[in-house]
């Protein structure tokens, strides 16, 4: 199978850090994708990985290790507004169009 | 621009209706998607175009018909939806490059079926 699994539900407040794992069957495997959806609004694109390591953006990190069949997203420096939504997705074998979700973690930051 | 838009934004139609989603992006992309979103799931992909052939269709029922005008435009037409079919219509657009393609998501339409 080609299945990603993740928390649902993630709470963490104001200025601390969060990792949202995701794992994932390794059957066809290219890499790994994470998007932010807040309520109401439209997926966003965030980071994808393909090659073991840490990718950084601003406060968004994403990390994929192969041998582990894991990847996570850290968030740091919480804000408000990163209560979200946030997927994890990865390209089809066979056919890279398709994308297999996760079924989301809800992240809620709190004062 | 890295924009896709979407019209309308809200739309509520009977189930006898006929009604038509919109979707434009100018990035120059050659692949663009409708997806279907419940609330608290994942988007399940519809269909696929890509150089404006029909590249993906996911067993999506009849009453819903995709058309790709252009590069640039996809739309979506309904007619005698059912109340099950109520849900965030999202259109996304990306490069067509393969696994490491990124999708750019429109801000969706938020269907209700009467």
């Known amino acids: 199978g080609q299945s990603l699994e993740q928390p649902s539900e993630v709470t963490a407040v104001e200025g601390a850090i969060v990792q949202i794992n995701c794992t994932y069957q390794t059957s066809g495997f290219y890499g790994l994708s994470w998007y932010q959806q807040h309520d109401g609004g439209a997926p966003t694109f965030l980071s994808y990985n393909a090659l073991d390591g840490l990718e950084e953006t601003g406060r968004f990190s994403s990390f994929l290790s192969r041998s582990d069949s894991y990847g996570y997203l850290l968030l740091q420096e919480l804000q408000m507004k990163d209560s979200a939504s946030y997927f994890c997705?990865?390209?089809?074998?066979?056919?890279?169009?398709?994308?297999?979700w996760g079924l989301g973690t809800s992240l809620a930051v709190n004062p | 621009d890295t924009e896709v838009t979407q019209t309308p934004k809200h739309l509520v139609m009977g189930m006898t209706n006929k009604k038509s989603l919109k979707c434009e992006q100018h990035m120059g992309h050659r692949a663009m998607y409708w997806y279907k979103q419940k609330a608290k799931k994942p988007p399940e992909l519809m269909f696929v175009?890509?150089?404006?052939?029909?590249?993906i269709n996911e067993s999506v029922p009849s009453r819903f018909s995709p058309e790709c005008p252009n590069s640039s435009l996809l739309n979506l037409h309904l007619h005698a939806l059912q109340p099950e079919d109520s849900a965030l219509y999202l259109c996304?657009?990306?490069?067509?490059?393969?696994?490491?393609?990124?999708?750019?998501f429109g801000p969706g339409t938020r269907l209700t079926v009467l």
């Open positions: 175009y890509s150089y404006e052939k029909l590249s």
């Open positions: 997705a990865r390209p089809i074998a066979g056919n890279n169009r398709k994308l297999i």
């Open positions: 996304a657009s990306s490069q067509d490059l393969g696994a490491a393609d990124t999708q750019y």
